[in-house]
T-cell receptor
């Protein structure tokens, strides 16, 4: 099993450009999450999907959209990137909220 | 406001020594508390998950304790190794939510 995979690993964008971060898990987990991690701050939840077909806003959803394409895949889209979105983005999944949460390797995004 | 605070912010110890990391939280109603290890440039990896009724849980050289009355947890690392150098993150979730509250982490460096 690959666990949670994310693409790309690194990305540099110019202000105003758009891009989609991809995430997939092969553990048959129900719930999937997108976080961002900034220096000196804990991971902050952007969006989550409790189950296939549902998505909900987290703590910092502004400027992002998500799609739960199927049970395996959960993508994060930046429609018009801003320098404030420079961060490391982590995708995670879990069978249910009481179980272990598995994280992907992260995507390091820089917006110039 | 639900919060998780960790101390110390950073710690340097010699290989073979023990250390204890602290986590205080105000999340309510409490569901579970997790400790994660995050190596530089990698996603967090779960060490332990503790529910309200659990006081202690071990994972090899890692032992977590929980005092639900005082809302405090600690992570004790025994006989530290160079590979223990990482950030250790405390995460708390509330009952009935898919959201997790992350601490900012303790950065541990183990020196030879």
């Amino acid at each position: 099993n690959a666990g949670v995979t994310q693409t790309p690993k690194f990305q540099v964008l110019k202000t105003g450009q758009s891009m989609t971060l991809q995430c997939a898990q092969d553990m048959n987990h129900n719930s999937m999450y997108w976080y961002r991690q900034d220096p000196g701050m804990g991971l902050r939840l952007i969006y989550y999907s409790a189950s296939e077909g549902t998505t909900d806003k987290g703590e910092v959803p502004n400027g992002y959209n998500v799609s739960r394409l199927n049970k395996r895949e959960f993508s994060l889209r930046l429609e018009s990137a801003a320098p404030s979105q420079t961060s490391v983005y982590f995708c995670a999944s879990t069978r249910d909220p009481s179980n272990e949460q598995f994280f992907g390797p992260g995507t390091r995004l820089t917006v110039l | 406001k639900n919060q998780v605070e960790q101390s110390p912010q950073s710690l340097i110890i010699l290989e073979g020594k023990n250390c204890t990391l602290q986590c205080n939280y105000t999340v309510s109603p409490f569901s579970n508390l997790r400790w994660y290890k995050q190596d530089t440039g990698r996603g967090p990896v779960s060490l332990t998950i503790m529910t309200f009724s659990e006081n202690t849980k071990s994972n090899g050289r890692y032992t977590a304790t929980l005092d639900a009355d005082t809302k405090q947890s600690s992570l004790h690392i025994t006989a530290s190794q160079l590979s223990d150098s990482a950030s250790y993150i405390c995460v708390v979730s509330a009952v009935g939510t898919y959201k997790y509250i992350f601490g900012t982490g303790t950065r541990l460096k183990v020196l030879a």
